[in-house]
């Protein structure tokens, strides 16, 4: 696991003299992300420094557009999966108003404070500073002068499409979790500690780990998933329903329910992760109860024998 190094006043700037950097946000840490971790690395082999990912500690549209901002991972996951890339650090920027209202000349001398890295990667369409002004034209001009090797790569595609966070959302929220998956190069997952449930799980013969997900990381679409839930280091197949259940919605506010096959035990206030594999059917708003223990107890007769 790479060391995770915050560039505030003190930081050793001098840390970016000889390394290869690949600066983002990185939402998702998906395949085009992974690519360019890829060829920080490749750099940093053939010139002697440190592979670096260049972030920031909160996403940017936390600060401009709170309202419509919808995440992959949260911060905190955002930068262990990166620290986990294969890279030999993370350094991470504190995005203050500050940072955000500086010119791009302003933003990268904040930046590396006279320490260049050797080498930058970011995607072609990179906008950094203030309303996101500069461009990789600016970033060159700078460049130059500093002696450091821009490298403004094409995205990385997929079924000739760029891989770009947006996209993943999207196909989340139209519950393709396969291809969002194949995008991710990893299982979309949710974190989170069980939660009180209403108990009823129990007397329908399936109970539930209850989560609430934040509205910001609610992208996947409600539904049923065949998944795999992470809980004190051991791994369950699950069945999980995504969305509130229109058949309690008055009586519950749970967002994610898991139910864990072969798990006898409590779970509230535990830590669990779900990684989500397969899409099984849309939520459904059953007439009657015996129809809706019918329906889940045959999704967990399909999750115990496809996943
Ligand atoms: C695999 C699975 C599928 C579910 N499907 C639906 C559904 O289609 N419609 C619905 O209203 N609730 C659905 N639920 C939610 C159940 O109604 C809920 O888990 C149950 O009422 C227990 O709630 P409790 O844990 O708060 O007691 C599903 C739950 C699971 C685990
Ligand atoms: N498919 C890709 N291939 C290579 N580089 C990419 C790809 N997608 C993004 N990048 C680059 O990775 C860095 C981080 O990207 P950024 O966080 O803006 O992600 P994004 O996937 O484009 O997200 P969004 O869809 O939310 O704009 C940037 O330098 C960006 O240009």
Known sequence: MAEIFKCD?????????????????????????????????????????????????????????????????????????????GVDAVVVLPFTQRFSASSPEEFLLNTFNGHAPSYLHVGYDFRFGARAKGTVKELANWARDAGTEVCAHDLKSADGAPITATRIRLLLGDNDIIEANKLLGRPYYLVGTVQQGRGEGQEFGFRTANLKVPSQLQVLGAGVYGAYAHVDGMRYKAAVSVGVSPVFADKTDATCEAHLLDFEGDLYGKAIKVEFLHFLRPMIKFETIDELIATVNGNIAWVRGNI
């Not at 939402?27 to 490749?42: F, K, N, P």
């Not at 996403?59 to 905190?76: A, C, Q, S």
């Open 9 to 85: 006043e003190m930081f050793d700037h001098s840390f970016f003299t000889w390394s290869s950097c690949a600066f983002g946000v990185f939402d998702g840490v998906h395949r085009g992300h992974q690519y360019l971790l890829s060829c920080a690395q490749e750099t940093a082999r053939k010139n002697g420094g440190a592979s670096v990912a260049l972030t920031f500690d909160i996403d940017p549209d936390e600060v401009f557009h709170p309202e419509r901002l919808k995440k992959l991972m949260t911060n905190e996951e955002r930068i262990k999966t990166l620290s986990e890339s």
